[in-house]
């Protein structure tokens, strides 16, 4: 199983950026998938969630409305497309798998939001 992000980056508040996570090495399509970040100092939390099929999505209260994930089965994979960004959305950020009992993650993204 693998998990790569990509798209981060440094972008100024009132920005727009849009992560990937490419995967591989299990039936994408099967699985539910979800974006975590984690702030310097700070525990990784969870961001937003999408079922395996794409119909239902959940967010974190802290994105809602700005953020929006989504999914490519045909590509094997799942987007965050981030909006109206603040200072506070600076994070590593890191899509996750649950798969059979175990956790598997991406390394990571970097998104500095600054002037």
């Known amino acids: 199983v693998q998990l790569v992000e990509s798209g981060g980056g440094l972008v100024q508040p009132g920005g727009s950026l849009r992560l990937s996570c490419a995967t591989s090495?299990?039936?994408?399509?099967?699985?539910?998938m979800s974006w975590y970040r984690q702030a310097p100092g700070k525990e990784r939390e969870w961001v937003a969630g999408?079922?395996?099929?794409?119909?239902?999505?959940n967010y974190a209260d802290s994105v809602k409305g700005r953020f929006t994930i989504s999914r490519d089965n045909a590509k094997n994979t799942v987007y965050l497309q981030m909006n109206s960004l603040k200072p506070e959305d600076t994070a590593v950020y890191y899509c996750?798998?649950?798969?059979?009992?175990?956790?598997?993650w991406g390394q990571g993204t970097q998104v500095t939001v600054s002037s």
């Open positions: 999408i079922t395996s099929t794409g119909t239902s999505t």
């Open positions: 090495g299990f039936t994408f399509s099967s699985y539910d």
């Open positions: 996750r798998l649950l798969r059979l009992g175990y956790y598997y």
